[in-house]
């Protein structure tokens, strides 16, 4: 049964009132404390410019007051040597926020402790204090979901990165790589000293090679001008992706790596029905290859049991699972299999917000908190009647939800 798909496009400042200080402002002024917010004054006080005073040659308190060995305000009268505040003026050795101003270690950020997961991005950003270039980091982030402050990392330029030229292969004419066909489809302008993305893509049981580029979706969106898209079949279409495939993945990558200006650090596999069971297998077995897995209409594999206390994984990924709330091929307990399993493996929690632009019923995706910094998990339970009304296929919102999320590393 052939899939049909038709993607579109989607989609503070506390100030110091540092009039004579009194007390335990010595020497040394009031040091303060690190409170969230913009960065502080650092320090600079008004040192030296407070104006001979009231308080006479010696102050008001004799030599030893209460404000130190030359009396409450110093030796030339109510604002000391050094102004209002002592030797470093109204804010002290440390201003209001220590050594990286008022926001602390931290700055207060955008993320926010949860925000509305809207997909893309990974956590807030802020410029305030010494640690604030990622803001308090957050589960989600106010309006961008993602990572929860999660840090890019550089592009890792694979060995293709210079190459020119390379073949790419077509659906007519295939490459081959452990007797499996695929082809490749090169960005817009692909430059090969530029590393791109790369984005697999496992077309379902039953179906040709080119299904994947022509009804995936990543053809219409983003993707075409920004990633390599690959585009492999399975050792059987009658069969589908198994097991007996998974050895496969690795001579595909390392083909795809090494004649292509790949970005190592953003690979990126998605599939349907057991292109979906196979890429939901790659984002455990071959996790340290790929950064994210958008698993879809999947189904157990026995030689792959959804267990996260006993699969060795080689490393986590961000895991968008989609499935359909209706599945009358697979049935609709197994999407939740995938999920739960995700779920565990990024140790998230069992709450869930909603992911801003796909809260219809067509598409109706959640995204978990409280999983690894980095590594959420979405669920998608839709009612897009794809694949000849089954319910069981790649929806229309796939290829612009996914892409959101892959694009936003």
């Given at each position: 049964?052939?899939?049909?798909?038709?993607?579109?496009?989607?989609?503070?400042?506390?100030?110091?009132?540092?009039?004579?200080?009194?007390?335990a402002?010595?020497?040394?002024?009031?040091?303060?404390?690190?409170?969230?917010?913009?960065?502080?004054?650092?320090g600079?006080?008004?040192?030296?410019?407070?104006?001979?005073?009231?308080?006479?040659?010696?102050?008001?308190?004799g030599?030893?007051?209460a404000?130190?060995?030359?009396?409450?305000?110093?030796?030339?009268?109510?604002?000391?040597?050094?102004?209002?505040?002592?030797?470093?003026?109204?804010?002290?050795?440390?201003?209001?926020?220590?050594?990286?101003?008022?926001?602390?270690?931290?700055?207060?950020?955008?993320?926010?402790?949860?925000?509305?997961?809207?997909?893309?991005?990974?956590?807030?950003?802020?410029?305030?204090?010494?640690?604030?270039?990622?803001g308090?980091?957050?589960?989600?982030?106010?309006?961008?979901?993602?990572?929860?402050?999660?840090?890019?990392?550089?592009?890792?330029?694979?060995?293709?990165?210079?190459?020119?030229?390379?073949q790419?292969?077509?659906?007519?004419?295939?490459?081959?790589?452990?007797?499996?066909?695929?082809?490749?489809?090169?960005?817009?302008?692909?430059?090969?000293?530029?590393?791109?993305?790369?984005?697999?893509?496992?077309?379902?049981?039953?179906?040709?090679?080119?299904?994947?580029?022509?009804?995936?979706?990543?053809?219409?969106?983003?993707?075409?001008?920004?990633?390599?898209?690959?585009?492999?079949?399975?050792?059987?279409?009658?069969?589908?992706?198994?097991?007996?495939?998974?050895?496969?993945?690795?001579?595909?990558?390392?083909?795809?790596?090494?004649?292509?200006?790949?970005?190592?650090?953003?690979?990126?596999?998605?599939?349907?029905?057991?292109?979906?069971d196979?890429s939901?297998?790659?984002?455990?077995?071959?996790?340290?290859?790929?950064?994210?897995?958008?698993?879809?209409?999947?189904?157990?594999?026995?030689?792959?049991?959804?267990?996260?206390?006993?699969?060795?994984?080689?490393?986590?990924?961000?895991?968008?699972?989609?499935?359909?709330?209706?599945?009358?091929?697979?049935?609709?307990?197994?999407?939740?299999?995938?999920?739960?399993?995700?779920?565990?493996?990024?140790?998230?929690?069992?709450?869930?917000?909603?992911?801003?632009?796909?809260?219809?019923?067509?598409?109706?995706?959640?995204?978990?908190?409280?999983?690894?910094?980095?590594f959420?998990?979405?669920?998608c339970?839709?009612?897009?009647?794809?694949?000849?009304?089954?319910?069981?296929?790649?929806?229309?919102?796939?290829?612009?939800?996914?892409?959101?999320?892959?694009?936003?590393?």
């Open positions: 049964m052939r899939a049909t798909s038709d993607p579109s496009p989607i989609a503070p400042r506390c100030t110091w009132l540092g009039a004579a200080l009194l007390g402002c010595a020497l040394l002024g009031c040091a303060g404390s690190e409170d969230n917010g913009s960065p502080g004054s650092a600079s006080g008004s040192a030296g410019t407070g104006a001979p005073g009231s308080a006479g040659t010696v102050g008001a308190a030599t030893s007051a404000g130190g060995t030359t009396g409450t305000a110093g030796t030339i009268g109510a604002a000391g040597t050094s102004a209002s505040a002592g030797t470093t003026g109204a804010a002290g050795v440390t201003a209001m926020g220590g050594n990286s101003g008022a926001a602390g270690d931290g700055g207060s950020g955008t993320a926010g402790a949860a925000g509305s997961s809207t997909v893309g991005g990974r956590g807030g950003s802020s410029t305030a204090g010494r640690g604030g270039a990622t308090v980091a957050g589960a989600g982030g106010t309006g961008t979901g993602g990572g929860g402050g999660a840090t890019k990392p550089p592009p890792n330029p694979s060995a293709g990165c210079g190459k020119a030229n390379p790419t292969g077509t659906s007519g004419s295939p490459l081959m790589v452990s007797s499996h066909k695929y082809y490749v489809k090169l960005p817009t302008g692909y430059d090969a000293n530029k590393p791109y993305p790369v984005l697999f893509m496992f077309n379902p049981t039953g179906n040709p090679i080119t299904w994947a580029e022509q009804n995936a979706g990543y053809e219409s969106n983003g993707a075409k001008a920004a990633a390599i898209r690959v585009y492999p079949d399975p050792l059987s279409e009658a069969s589908g992706w198994g097991a007996s495939d998974v050895s496969f993945f690795a001579p595909l990558y390392d083909a795809i790596t090494n004649a292509f200006c790949v970005d190592k650090a953003r690979a990126f596999a998605a599939g349907e029905s057991s292109g979906g196979f939901s297998i790659l984002g455990c077995e071959h996790a340290n290859k790929l950064r994210a897995v958008a698993p879809c209409a999947t189904k157990d594999v026995g030689q792959y049991p959804l267990n996260a206390t006993t699969r060795k994984c080689t490393g986590q990924v961000t895991a968008i699972v989609i499935h359909g709330k209706n599945d009358n091929v697979v049935g609709p307990a197994n999407g939740p299999k995938t999920r739960d399993f995700y779920v565990a493996l990024n140790h998230c929690g069992t709450t869930t917000q909603p992911v801003t632009g796909y809260t219809d019923t067509m598409s109706n995706c959640v995204q978990y908190q409280g999983c690894d910094a980095g959420p998990v979405y669920w339970l839709h009612t897009d009647p794809n694949y000849s009304g089954t319910n069981h296929g790649w929806p229309a919102f796939a290829a612009n939800m996914t892409w959101s999320v892959f694009s936003s590393y």
